[in-house]
């Protein structure tokens, strides 16, 4: 008699395991409505912040770039946009542009013939040094000191140089010019 009730706990034991096990899983299924809308929100974003160039400039009365026949493809790397108006390095405004000229005030020892640009220094060594932190512990990502200039196709040859020399003070040595390929 003492294994028919053996048999009769084990029996129910295994029950008990059963249903806990049961619930278990019950508690544990995914509600699929509710990750298709995770999922959706997830390909809506990328969607939107996906872009097929690395250097996307939309051109304006402000921004127009010059024509090129270029063959090079764009690769990733700081930019620099300067339009009529402003000058701004990776989509961020710097300083202000009037009449193709920086105002002195924001130069290097405020003198109009200086050609250091000091907001855009300081911004450039931001992003060298944010670079360079990056290359510490991603060899791959190593700081090249590669900038991709946007600039207007009537700015002037001394406001260019004046960028240029910022971006130079500021260990920039390979400069790249964003241009509009023409068509063919």
Known sequence: ???????????QKAQKKADRDAALAKKAELNMTSLMDIFVNVLIYLLMNYSTSPVDVPQSKEHTLPQSSTKLDVKHTTTIAVTKKIIMVNRKKV????K??????????????SYLITPLFKELKEDVKKQKKIAKYNPEAAFKGEVTIVADQDMSFRLLSEVMYTAGQAEFSKFKFAVVKKGG
Do not use: F, G, I
């Not at 008699?1 to 029996?11: G, I, L, N, Q, T």
């Not at 193709?100 to 013939?113: C, E, F, G, M, Y």
């Open 1 to 11: 008699m003492s294994s028919a009730v053996e048999e009769k706990r084990k029996h």
């Open 95 to 98: 300083c202000d542009v009037v």
């Open 100 to 113: 193709n000229t920086v105002d002195p005030s924001l130069k290097k020892d405020k003198q109009a013939s």
